[in-house]
């Protein structure tokens, strides 16, 4: 008998009817770094199942490490949320 397969998932953006853009303006907002607690920095999705107590899903894990997946989707987000080109996450790039 087979065991049980491992899924994977992946962070993604709002979708783009779901987001209202602001009036365009001039500027660059960074966003970064972001730094995730001990208990979500790991592939396995990590759910709270009350105040105290969590539950770590071992065949249900994250395609990419969070920490390089939040950052990239709260660029996105914020972009189509305020209608501008200017953002970047870290590490920044010279413009």
């Known amino acids: 008998m087979d ?3 491992t899924r994977f998932y992946v962070l993604t953006p709002t ?5 209202t853009a602001a009036a365009g303006g001039s500027g ?6 972001v730094t995730l607690p001990g208990l979500l920095d790991r592939p ?8 105290n107590e969590v539950a770590r899903a071992e065949f249900d894990q994250w395609a990419v490490p969070l920490e ?8 996105e987000d914020l ?4 209608g501008g ?4 996450a870290r590490p920044w790039t010279d413009a």
């Open 44 to 51: 396995e999705i990590v759910t709270r199942r009350n105040e």
């Open 79 to 82: 972009a189509a949320l305020l």
């Open 28 to 33: 660059c907002v960074g966003v970064g770094p």
């Open 15 to 19: 979708a783009a009817g779901d987001r």
């Open 68 to 75: 390089d997946a939040i950052p990239q989707i709260l660029v």
């Open 85 to 88: 080109n200017h953002l970047e």
């Open 3 to 5: 065991g049980p397969t």
